[in-house]
């Protein structure tokens, strides 16, 4: 199966300092990647040693949201010859290029993503920047790469397993399977070109270091549990490790908002965000401990060296910056997929050729289509031609990563998520959200409109804090006009792609009718409304792609349903006999059925809501 190949760095043109191409060998959300030097001449390389001969499937490109470089060419070679010079670049065989996109669409706030699956074979990688794109905020002409990761597998593998049966085809053959057989399409879990998200690079980038290798002992102890059919520890694992990506991008952030705050010479705010930090931590691992999830040895914290790849002829490094203590394991991880959902973020997948995944929906960046239109490419030389890299079902398309903020970027770039304050709201979002604005603050409701998805949970989070302590002598205008523009947040939030948003705006949701609406004894009437507004939102996410997130949105239609506010309403129980569309999902007419069944039970044909005409129908 492929996975993710480590590499040193042997060679680069040149960097900025502070920004030494080293730094590509580490991912983690607090990296700074390479940057070229200021007022620099194109184009720019840097030569990358993979620990292995390999045959790469995959490569992924993080760009930076402004030092953009036009297009980025890939060369491959078995060796490196013993001097670098010009005449001997034909050592290197082109694979080809892919074009950027200038950002301008984001107002150069987002980072791209690009992925790019190729079929090559060698040990060394190089990387070739064009001239940047520019822009007002690129003062010196510089380009930049954030992160990037290799995925592959080793060479013998590779070719050995193209020619010989595997154990799974034999099998597959034994009992009669076709493997071209569209009802098993995407579903069979043990194919060799699947990739672990584990082994994306959005994972690293968003993930403590820590806790990533928590997961990954884990994601091991559960393939192991599933080989042996310990299902029901493997169910556990699973859930674990769901729990602890989440946990895992909320330590990632504080460390941003810490490092932050330690350039900004803000050492109070860095205190507070280190024992936030370390407080966090201990909690859930606690929890871990408690469920026997926790092996000892993962809590030893070692600082990993980088490895040191010198090369004769290759550019002195000595007098780089000190790099990030949190280095890429030596060894390459080969966890397979999490079953039900990968890292569930804005950039959880790109969309890929010959694969298909979805785009990011929170942007619609500028596409490769735009520069290169598929007429013009078929006129262009073999080696001129751009290589396949991310589309979406008919467009092509890139998904793209939030902006890390550095000291030096906040002077003169616009504001990112990742400094803890949500960019400013756009004048069509300030128009939708005015009433809301009124009652809550036009910070509170930039948070919930944030591209950045920690904004978002935090203010569905801070909502609820501030309902919670709300005064029972507060007037009953007043407090009908929060619980409305909270409704109106969480109707937002229940569409949210991201898991932890979506769980928080459940949480607030079952607060207000629950206790909000009782405590302030405001009546049925804004208990119908709260239903009645949230309801077809949360339907709808019965018929989620992913299980979990289905699983959680039924589970909560029925606990609501059952709760003593809510059920003399019978509103659920009438939306859900409700016929469905010819076209709707199948994942949303299960759920509906299992609903209607389950709640049934529970609530009869007895003034409930439910009639056996209306069921049966």
């Given at each position: 199966?492929?996975?993710?190949?480590?590499?040193?760095?042997?060679?680069s043109?040149?960097?900025?300092?502070?920004?030494?191409?080293?730094?590509?060998?580490?991912?983690?959300?607090?990296?700074?990647?390479?940057?070229?030097?200021?007022?620099?001449?194109?184009?720019?390389?840097?030569?990358?040693?993979?620990?292995?001969?390999?045959?790469?499937?995959?490569?992924?490109?993080?760009?930076?949201?402004?030092?953009?470089?036009?297009?980025?060419?890939?060369?491959?070679?078995e060796?490196?010859?013993?001097?670098?010079?010009?005449?001997?670049?034909?050592?290197?065989?082109?694979?080809g290029?892919?074009?950027?996109?200038?950002?301008?669409?984001?107002?150069?706030?987002?980072?791209?993503l690009?992925?790019?699956?190729?079929?090559?074979?060698?040990?060394y990688?190089?990387?070739?920047?064009?001239?940047?794109?520019?822009?007002?905020?690129?003062?010196?002409?510089?380009?930049?790469?954030?992160?990037?990761?290799?995925?592959?597998?080793?060479?013998?593998?590779?070719?050995?397993s193209?020619?010989?049966?595997?154990?799974e085809?034999?099998?597959?053959?034994?009992?009669?399977?076709k493997?071209?057989?569209?009802?098993?399409?995407?579903t069979?879990?043990?194919?060799?070109?699947?990739i672990?998200?584990?082994?994306d690079?959005?994972?690293?980038?968003?993930?403590?270091?820590?806790?990533?290798?928590?997961?990954?002992?884990?994601?091991?102890?559960?393939?192991?549990?599933?080989?042996?059919?310990?299902?029901?520890?493997?169910?556990?694992?699973?859930?674990?490790?769901?729990?602890?990506?989440?946990?895992?991008?909320?330590?990632?952030?504080?460390?941003?908002?810490?490092r932050?705050?330690?350039?900004?010479?803000?050492?109070?705010?860095?205190?507070?965000?280190?024992?936030?930090?370390?407080?966090?931590?201990?909690?859930?691992?606690?929890?871990?401990?408690?469920?026997?999830?926790?092996?000892?040895?993962?809590?030893?914290?070692k600082?990993?060296?980088?490895?040191?790849?010198s090369v004769?002829?290759?550019?002195c490094?000595?007098?780089?910056?000190?790099?990030?203590?949190?280095?890429?394991?030596?060894?390459?991880?080969?966890?397979?997929?999490?079953?039900?959902?990968?890292?569930?973020?804005?950039?959880?997948?790109?969309?890929?050729?010959?694969?298909?995944?979805?785009?990011?929906?929170?942007?619609?960046?500028?596409?490769?289509?735009?520069?290169?239109?598929?007429?013009?490419?078929?006129?262009?030389?073999?080696?001129?031609?751009?290589?396949?890299?991310?589309?979406?079902?008919?467009?092509?398309?890139v998904?793209?990563?939030?902006?890390?903020?550095?000291?030096?970027?906040m002077?003169?770039?616009?504001?990112?998520?990742?400094?803890?304050?949500?960019?400013?709201?756009?004048?069509?979002a300030?128009?939708?959200?005015?009433?809301?604005?009124e009652?809550?603050?036009?910070t509170?409701?930039s948070?919930?409109?944030?591209?950045?998805?920690?904004?978002?949970?935090?203010?569905?989070?801070?909502?609820?804090?501030?309902?919670?302590?709300?005064?029972?002598?507060?007037?009953?205008?007043?407090l009908?006009?929060?619980?409305?523009?909270?409704?109106?947040?969480?109707?937002?939030a229940?569409?949210?792609t991201?898991?932890?948003v979506?769980?928080a705006?459940?949480?607030?949701?079952?607060?207000?009718i629950?206790?909000?609406?009782?405590?302030?004894?405001l009546?049925?009437?804004?208990?119908?409304?709260?239903?009645?507004?949230?309801?077809?939102?949360?339907?709808?996410?019965?018929?989620?792609?992913?299980?979990?997130?289905?699983?959680?949105?039924?589970?909560?239609?029925?606990?609501?349903?059952?709760?003593?506010?809510?059920?003399?309403?019978?509103?659920?129980?009438?939306?859900?006999?409700?016929?469905?569309?010819?076209?709707?999902?199948?994942?949303?007419?299960?759920?509906?059925?299992?609903?209607?069944?389950?709640?049934?039970?529970?609530?009869?044909?007895e003034?409930?809501g439910?009639?056996?005409n209306?069921?049966?129908?």
């Open positions: 199966m492929p996975h993710k190949i480590g590499f040193t760095v042997v060679s043109s040149g960097h900025e300092d502070g920004f030494s191409a080293r730094e590509l060998m580490v991912h983690a959300p607090t990296v700074n990647g390479w940057r070229s030097p200021r007022l620099c001449q194109y184009p720019q390389e840097i030569i990358l040693q993979l620990v292995e001969r390999c045959r790469i499937r995959k490569l992924q490109l993080l760009a930076h949201q402004y030092m953009i470089a036009s297009k980025i060419e890939f060369y491959i070679s060796s490196l010859p013993e001097y670098f010079a010009p005449y001997q670049s034909e050592r290197f065989q082109r694979l290029y892919v074009p950027l996109s200038d950002n301008e669409k984001t107002d150069f706030r987002a980072r791209e690009k992925s790019v699956y190729l079929n090559a074979v060698g040990q990688l190089k990387l070739i920047f064009h001239k940047n794109y520019v822009n007002k905020y690129n003062l010196y002409g510089q380009v930049a790469l954030v992160a990037v990761n290799i995925i592959g597998d080793p060479a013998d593998y590779g070719d050995d193209m020619s010989s049966p595997s154990r085809k034999l099998i597959d053959h034994y009992l009669g399977i493997l071209d057989d569209p009802a098993l399409d995407g069979y879990l043990g194919k060799r070109d699947s672990s998200p584990l082994d690079l959005a994972f690293d980038m968003y993930q403590d270091p820590e806790v990533a290798q928590i997961i990954r002992r884990l994601d091991e102890k559960k393939r192991e549990a599933v080989r042996l059919e310990c299902y029901d520890h493997a169910k556990k694992l699973k859930q674990a490790i769901a729990d602890l990506q989440k946990v895992g991008e909320r330590l990632g952030r504080y460390e941003v908002e810490k932050y705050a330690v350039e900004k010479e803000d050492y109070d705010l860095a205190k507070k965000k280190k024992e936030q930090m370390d407080d966090y931590r201990l909690k859930v691992y606690q929890q871990l401990e408690l469920h026997d999830l926790l092996d000892a040895q993962l809590l030893i914290r600082p990993l060296e980088l490895p040191l790849g004769s002829g290759t550019e490094l000595q007098n780089s910056p000190p790099e990030p203590a949190d280095a890429p394991q030596g060894e390459p991880q080969r966890a397979e997929p999490v079953l039900e959902e990968q890292l569930v973020d804005p950039t959880s997948s790109e969309p890929v050729v010959p694969y298909q995944s979805p785009l990011s929906p929170r942007s619609q960046p500028t596409t490769s289509k735009e520069v290169f239109s598929k007429e013009n490419i078929e006129f262009l030389p073999y080696d001129e031609r751009p290589l396949p890299t991310v589309c979406k079902q008919v467009d092509e398309a998904s793209y990563l939030e902006p890390e903020v550095t000291g030096e970027d002077g003169d770039t616009p504001r990112t998520g990742n400094t803890g304050e949500p960019e400013p709201l756009m004048e069509k300030l128009r939708e959200a005015s009433p809301v604005v009652v809550f603050g036009e509170l409701v948070g919930a409109y944030s591209r950045t998805w920690s904004c978002r949970e935090d203010a569905l989070l801070t909502v609820y804090k501030m309902l919670m302590e709300v005064s029972v002598d507060t007037p009953k205008e007043d009908r006009n929060m619980l409305r523009a909270a409704v109106f947040l969480v109707r937002r229940i569409k949210d991201v898991s932890s979506f769980q705006s459940l949480k607030l949701l079952k607060m207000i629950t206790q909000y609406i009782p405590k302030h004894k009546g049925k009437l804004e208990t119908s409304h709260c239903v009645e507004k949230t309801l077809p939102h949360l339907l709808s996410r019965t018929g989620d792609s992913s299980s979990r997130l289905r699983l959680l949105a039924s589970t909560f239609i029925q606990e609501i349903a059952l709760c003593p506010e809510v059920k003399p309403l019978q509103i659920i129980p009438v939306h859900l006999v409700k016929t469905l569309k010819p076209n709707s999902p199948t994942h949303l007419a299960i759920s509906h059925v299992e609903l209607v069944e389950s709640l049934l039970v529970a609530m009869g044909t003034n409930s439910f009639t056996i209306s069921v049966m129908k």
